[in-house]
């Protein structure tokens, strides 16, 4: 069914964020990270801070972006207390999870359209099958993979095909990128946020079981899912890539220091 695989993708971009943010800032300072994703950095911390605050929290200090002398950033700059210490942080969580959600279908809305049409084809490309089938056999799993590295192979054409003279393109691609990366709140306690995305997930189930309505609703969406996994894969990949040339040139060079991480 269309909202069970709408869950799978969901929950598989909230996984590829988490990995794209944590190698970034595992190779140069989180602040720089924040700075550099200052668009999706301001709505996640906004939206987390609000959440705390609706939740009963006290928010002791806020500062949206760490600054030079504060450090490595790579504690939240935000200290706030949560009233519920379990679900205080979940409902937070979730909120950032929505609101980079919702800025996402806003910035498509507004200036998604050249980038779009061109990435219309994508939206059979990330499982003609559908995620919601069972894996049963290997050739269904290797089937699926195959259909991640195309849509890896194709994105990286389609970016190629922009036209990026049209101020909208860059400003597409740049917020969304921002945007994806940034859409689960990784500073935070990594095991709210994976229990924010189990609750969205069940609640997107409980209603597409209830409204028989709901995958004209979704339905819509899928194109723009499907962008934000494939620029997602990118990021992930060109990423992997150049941590791993780091790490080689630092073997080569005879270096006994360990990658940055958190």
């Known amino acids: 069914m269309v909202y ?15 990995g794209v943010y944590r190698l970034w800032t595992g190779m140069v300072r989180p ?3 924040n700075w550099v994703l200052l668009p999706g950095t301001l709505v996640s911390e906004m939206a987390y801070i609000f959440g705390c605050l609706i ?9 949206l972006l760490s600054g030079s002398g504060d450090g490595d950033g790579a504690e939240p700059a935000t200290e706030a207390a949560p009233r519920w210490k379990l679900l205080g942080p979940v409902v937070a969580s979730l909120l950032a999870i929505l609101a980079c959600g919702a800025a996402i279908a806003l910035a498509d809305r507004l200036l998604g359209e050249p980038v779009m049409d061109e990435f219309g084809f994508t939206r059979a490309l ?7 089938r069972a894996l049963t056999r290997w050739q269904t799993l290797w089937s699926r993979l195959d259909n ?3 849509l890896l192979r194709r994105t ?17 691609v740049y917020l969304a990128a921002c945007l994806s990366v940034r859409l689960a709140p990784v500073r935070r306690d990594l095991r709210a946020t994976l229990a924010a995305a189990g ?8 209603v597409g079981a209830v409204s028989r309505r709901f995958e004209q609703i979704v339905e819509p969406v899928r194109p723009i899912l499907t962008y934000v996994w494939g620029t997602l894969l990118l990021l992930l990949a060109v990423s992997l ?3 791993g040339v780091v790490g080689f040139v630092r073997i080569l060079r005879g270096g006994t220091e360990a990658p940055r991480g958190r």
């Not at 609750?199 to 409980?206: D, G, R, S």
């Open 4 to 18: 069970v695989e709408f869950t799978v993708w969901l929950l598989l971009i909230v996984f590829c964020s988490i």
């Open 55 to 63: 939740t009963g929290g006290e928010i002791r200090h806020a500062k």
């Open 31 to 33: 602040a720089w990270v």
């Open 199 to 206: 609750i969205l997930a069940a609640l997107i189930v409980a």
């Open 241 to 243: 890539l150049i941590r």
């Open 156 to 172: 990286c054409e389609t970016f190629g095909r922009l036209d990026w003279s049209n101020w909208r393109v860059p400003l597409f």
């Open 148 to 150: 991640q590295l195309r």
């Open 126 to 132: 990330a499982d003609p099958a559908g995620p919601s």
